[in-house]
């Protein structure tokens, strides 16, 4: 009795899994071609719908499908309406080649159309003031010359279960100014891009900045801006050289946009002088003519640096003379056993005078490495 009640139970739980199996997948085929004219989400129409406004024109962009579903499709038509009159219905927009000869519909090789038939720009209500739109929506003729989504009778939100015809809106305006982008002040690491005589138009509302790099495929948006700023310092560059491109994109309050793009290096700039140079001078004995002299400094911070050189005078003049190389990771070097020079006009012996410089890991134009003014290192009875 035992033995049928469980097999009663695993039968019943195997049905129960099969049903729910069943649902599933009839569930996931519901919403698995796009193309599907049962489709809940799109009810047929074509994915991927964006619309990109422009003087007096609109256009129409769709995701381009695999050359295995083009196959079944024989073109494409465009349906638009003014919001305007909110009940107003969707109408197909009159389609031309570029030659300007009348089409049936789109090819199916093309998921683009430009719709310049009698649109207006910056449409606002004289009523309310609110901006108006058109609106569009898409759909395709299938091999059998059948139109999905079916114009005469489009899906509805009302439909059991409801089917949503996708649709997108917008409103074309005149381009603001294209941004005259220049370059500011050249600086270590750093570039700085200006538009600083730029003319809003009445109806601007906001700059937007993208950059990206030669090992990117995308632009990347520079978040937090001010939406009226007139310049942009990038501080983030690594080496000398190192090179960003930038979109300057102005946008009016209908989302019409217009970019401007310009490809800058990091120039070739030397570091910072090292700062807080510091000398602690001591005799080797009472009985030797040489002391030793301790320097120390805090650290540059900038990431291309490749070190510190240290300079000294040298009797009978000229130019000082390097004495030591210092790695980045150290702010500090002792040298030893150093010898007195003359000091022509006291006839004095005097310690030599110390200069430290820094410099960073990137050649310049003429191969020479990218050095730092010279800082003079404090002699004694001077500072430490």
């Known amino acids: ?34 193309l599907d004219p049962q ?22 962009s769709w995701r381009e499908l695999n050359s295995r579903i083009v ?11 003014f919001t305007e009159d909110p009940d107003a219905d969707f109408e197909p927009i009159p389609l031309f080649d570029k030659n300007n000869n ?17 649109i207006k720009n910056d449409q606002i209500s004289i009523i309310t003031g609110d901006q108006l739109y058109y609106e569009y929506r898409i759909s395709y003729i299938d091999d059998r010359g059948i139109e999905i989504p079916d114009p005469t009778d489009p899906p509805s939100q009302s439909d059991d279960p409801p089917r949503v015809w996708i649709t997108r809106k917008t409103t074309p305006s005149d381009p603001p100014p294209v941004p005259d982008i220049i ?7 750093t570039v700085t891009i200006i538009w600083p005589d730029y003319n809003s138009p009445l109806d ?41 491109t930038y979109r300057i994109i102005a946008y009016d309050k209908f989302g019409v946009e217009s970019i401007a793009t ?11 002088p090292p700062r807080d140079v510091k000398a602690k001078y001591q005799m080797r004995s009472m009985f030797s003519n040489r002391y030793d002299v301790a320097l120390t400094w805090t650290r540059n911070q900038e990431p291309d640096l ?37 000091d022509l006009e006291t006839q004095d012996l005097v310690p030599r005078q110390y200069f430290l410089t820094a410099f960073d890991d990137t050649p310049n134009s003429n191969g020479k490495i990218d050095e730092s003014e010279k800082v003079a290192v404090p002699l004694p009875g001077t500072g430490e």
């Open 71 to 81: 196959e079944g499709i024989k073109g494409y038509r465009i349906y638009r309406r």
């Open 204 to 244: 601007f509302k906001e700059f937007r900045i993208f950059y990206t790099t030669p090992t990117r495929n995308v632009f990347i948006e520079i978040p937090d801006l001010d939406p009226d700023t007139r310049f942009y310092r990038d501080i983030s560059f690594a080496r000398d050289g190192e090179e960003k």
């Open 183 to 189: 370059l500011g002040k050249e600086e270590n690491l």
């Open 1 to 34: 009795m035992s033995m049928v009640k469980f097999s009663s139970a695993l039968y019943l739980a195997a049905v129960a899994f099969i049903v729910l199996v069943c649902f599933s997948c009839t569930s996931d085929e519901d919403y698995a071609n796009p």
């Open 306 to 342: 490749a070190g510190y050189w240290v300079y000294s005078t040298k009797q009978g003049g000229g130019d000082p003379t390097p004495r030591r190389k210092v790695d980045d990771k150290f702010n500090s070097v002792i040298l030893e056993g150093e010898d007195f020079i003359l």
């Open 102 to 118: 009348s089409l049936d519909s789109i090819p199916a090789s093309q998921n683009i159309y430009i719709d310049k038939h009698e």
């Open 39 to 60: 489709n809940l989400r799109t009810a047929g129409s074509p994915p991927g719908l964006t619309l990109t406004p422009g003087d007096r024109q609109v256009t129409v």
């Open 262 to 272: 310009i490809k800058v290096k990091a120039p070739d700039v030397s570091p910072a």
